[in-house]
């Protein structure tokens, strides 16, 4: 795949310019957003994951059922739930979705999150866990014969799953983390590095650390690399700048007001947050558009750096990207339903286009050189 794009549904209307709104399930808006996904072009959207948002699996279901062609990234947290289980989860998912779900693993970087379900493993073990657990899913989605697994945080005896993947081998399996832990699972586990939307430096820095971790299983050629960002696009750059400032403005308010952010740490333990403020910390403008207005506001809470520009000027800014080795971009707005559209309509295709230009440049040099 030359280029992929993810977009995002949540159980409920909700950004850092919207106050939740509407019952914590509501079908009738997840529909719509996911259906807005597909009709835009989008390849996936991710289904999040917190210790207070509704159940992801019946989510991503219902969404399956809700479209034809737009494939899942169920974000899921070791640890909660058996390994073997979740491998049959995971599975059925794929075949209610005619091979269409990807599973998005996240350790979990706060100890306060992490404690609200039960947790009390330190950073450091959850990635531990997580390598084990791991382990145990992807046997369990592969074993043609039972078998045990004895290890440090799972014990199973003769475990054979009478459901597989559609996909072989199986399932895509991203990945978050910017620790040097998690870096060193990712290495081991990861078909799809994911980052959050940091600095052209910083992405290739942490895209060199993540396939020298890769390359001790000879896995380095293989993985691919995501970027979280949040593009603020209009006709021209000037409206596109006076459109980020305004979404500044109204989130001042809804972050003082919605549960989303007022249950966040001052000061937050993830590394990936600590390396968005270090980039806001630089300014509001990094590079050349990649904007951190919001980042600082919320204190990084996730993916929270934007691209502003007009589509043609974010288009460039994402094929910088992907010269660094980025092949998907998770993308969504703080209008969610509305960005969705709009996004499919002025700016998938133009990346689209300039990918598919440059690959076929690429391939013409490699002809003539042969």
Known sequence: MSVEFIGYVSHQESSEIRLPHGPAVNP????AVAQAHEYG???????????????????ASFVAQQTKRLGILLAH??????????????????????????????????????QRDGDFLTHDERYQRTDEYLDVVKRAWTSDTPFDHTGTYYHVVGHRSQVRPLQQPHLPVYFGGSSDAAIAIAGK??????LWGESLAQVAETIARVRAAAAVYGRDKHIRFSLSLRPIIAANEEDAWARADSILERAKEVVTR?????????????IGSQRLLAEAAKGTIVDTRLWTGIAALTRAAGNSTALVGTPQQVTDA????????????????FDPLEDALAYGRDLLPLVRAAVAQADAQVSSREVATA
């Open 28 to 31: 009738p808006y997840i529909a």
């Open 189 to 194: 586990h990861a078909d799809v590095y994911a």
């Open 258 to 270: 919605s549960p989303n952010f007022t249950r966040r740490p001052k000061d937050p333990q993830n």
């Open 41 to 59: 072009g989008f390849d996936r959207v991710l289904i999040a994951h917190s210790s207070a948002s509704p159940d992801g699996f019946q989510i």
């Open 318 to 333: 994402l094929l910088e990207y992907r010269k660094l080795g980025v092949s998907t971009f998770l993308i969504r707005g």
């Open 77 to 114: 947290r070791p640890g909660f739930v058996a390994p073997t289980l979740a491998a049959r989860q995971l599975a059925t998912l794929d075949h209610f979705s005619a091979g269409r779900a990807a599973v998005h693993i996240i350790s979990g970087g706060d100890d306060v999150e992490q």
